[in-house]
T-cell receptor
Framework: DAGVIQSPRHEVTEMGQEVTLRCKPI?????LFWYRQTMMRGLELLIY????????DSGMPEDRFSAKMPNASFSTLKIQPSEPRDSAVYFC?????????????FGEGSRLTVL | KQEVTQIPAALSVPEGENLVLNCSFT??????LQWFRQDPGKGLTSLLL?????REQTSGRLNASLDKSSGRSTLYIAASQPGDSATYLC??????????FGAGTQVVVTP
């Protein structure tokens, strides 16, 4: 199994630019999560999907952030416009199961730097 | 709101010693608990998943216990090696499929 695949691994952009992060979950997994990790705040859940439907987006910091999951094998996290405070490592994770049964697997992350 | 605490924040042990990492949570109504390790600049690697009905889970040199009534889990790593140096995080699954993470314990195993 290839695991959770994220791209790009590193992104450096200028303030105001649009950023799109991509994720391919493990085949067969029906839940997908987007996390953000910073030194100050640790791991924060941004949004999670179950069966391609957004279930909870209360962690999305503001309207500049949006996430989609058009099918079971692909998800995007978009930031428009980006700001320096968005600099962080963004992780995608997936699991199989309902409310709390399956093991969670993480991708390697996308390190975003906004100048 | 569920709060997950890991103490100590950092730990240094000589090679060969057993590691004991602690995780506590405030609400015992959890579905399961998962331990991860994270190496610098890397993603989180799953170590062990303990279902709420289980008391412990073992994998090789790793053993994790779960005591829901007291809100505690402990990860034991036997005969530590320098390759065990990493940050270890615990996370509990709460309602709605969410995972609440602790801040992690940074472990250094010295040769």
């Amino acid at each position: 199994d290839a695991g959770v695949i994220q791209s790009p691994r590193h992104e450096v952009t200028e303030m105001g630019q649009e950023v799109t992060l991509r994720c391919k979950p493990i085949s067969g997994h029906n839940s997908l999560f987007w996390y953000r990790q910073t030194m100050m705040r640790g791991l924060e859940l941004l949004i999670y999907f179950n069966n391609n439907v957004p279930i909870d987006d209360s962690g999305m910091p503001e309207d500049r952030f949006s996430a989609k999951m058009p099918n079971a094998s692909f998800s995007t996290l978009k930031i428009q416009p980006s700001e320096p405070r968005d600099s962080a490592v963004y992780f995608c994770a997936s699991r199989l199961g309902g409310a709390g049964t399956g093991e969670l697997f993480f991708g390697e992350g996308s390190r975003l730097t906004v100048l | 709101k569920q709060e997950v605490t890991q103490i100590p924040a950092a730990l240094s042990v000589p090679e060969g010693e057993n590691l004991v990492l602690n995780c506590s949570f405030t609400d015992s109504a959890i579905y399961n608990l998962q331990w991860f390790r994270q190496d610098p600049g890397k993603g989180l690697t799953s170590l062990l998943l303990i279902q709420s009905s289980q008391r412990e889970q073992t994998s090789g040199r790793l053993n994790a216990s779960l005591d829901k009534s007291s809100g505690r889990s402990t990860l034991y790593i036997a005969a530590s090696q320098p390759g065990d140096s990493a940050t270890y995080l615990c996370a509990v699954f709460v309602g709605g499929g969410k995972l609440q993470f602790g801040a992690g314990t940074q472990v250094v195993v010295t040769p």
